[in-house]
């Protein structure tokens, strides 16, 4: 596969602090066959500057907006360069982490395993949390993972930053047509479309020093920890919103994707991508006792089980 043409896109924003160690982790991998697209979400510290600097000395990276710069949020920057950019596989780097030097050519001997000249894939690492410093901390997922669209309805576990795709499941997004709104976050939109449509391969060997810092602390904690249940019991309007959001990002896929999928993922689908027209307190306990939300641990289940049924105005809103 010597080859194969990969494109990491990276968005950066204020990242003059460490997107210095990021590119040069880049610049390390035992795979050079790469091309590194870096667009800048409206910074005003030094980021552009770096950027211009290593485009200057290496021909492999890309200022994508140098002439124009401006903030359009982290899931439309990485759109940006999705769409605008050709390549056979895909990888989305953060400003802040370091890649370990085989992050590039792991990825690709997985990816290549399968068939992916035939169909979507959305391939994800294990992430080592670090400090500031560079010191473990804990790996991020250990294992709570999974890779069916039914649990991709209501949760997500890949994270941006080691993910890989492939051309295949580029072209299924659908990018021009997504509102991009009704969207969590795009890594997430690609997992559930892999699910749905191909296959989410999961490489439980980390790839990736996630950087744990005050920018970016509830991207590195874990959900299931004592002080996080503690936290998310009684923020249980966050909680409330995450559901909401869930339900949209349904909605939007069954607009986009009505009639291809069939079985048990689409009377999931249909259910709760028409909760936006058909909540009340009885469809919702209807809904709850038929078709449960699908969740990896019972708790997360009986919560929003809860919050559908008591609270289903909230999910009534105009498309």
Known sequence: MGQDKIAILMSTYNGERYLREQIESIQKQTNNNWHLYIRDDGSNDKTASIISKFVNSDDRITFFNEENICNVGVIRSFM???????????????????????????ALDLITKEKYQEIPLCLHTELQVVNDDLKPIELMKRGRVWSDFQHFLFGNCVTGCTVMINQKLKEKLRINSVNWDKVAMHDWWFAEIAAAFGKVIYDSTPTILYRQHIDNVVGGSDSQAPQQLIRRFFNLSGELDGFLLMTKMANEFQRLYNGEITGKNAEYLKAYANL?????FTNNLKLALKLPPVRSHLRGQLLLDYLMIRYPSKFLYTK
Request: charged share 40%; net charge negative.
């Open 80 to 106: 940006d360069l999705l769409k605008n950019v050709d390549a056979d596989f895909y990888m989305f780097s953060d400003q802040d982490d370091i890649w370990k030097r085989n992050k590039i050519q792991r």
């Open 276 to 280: 936006s027209k058909d909540s009340s």
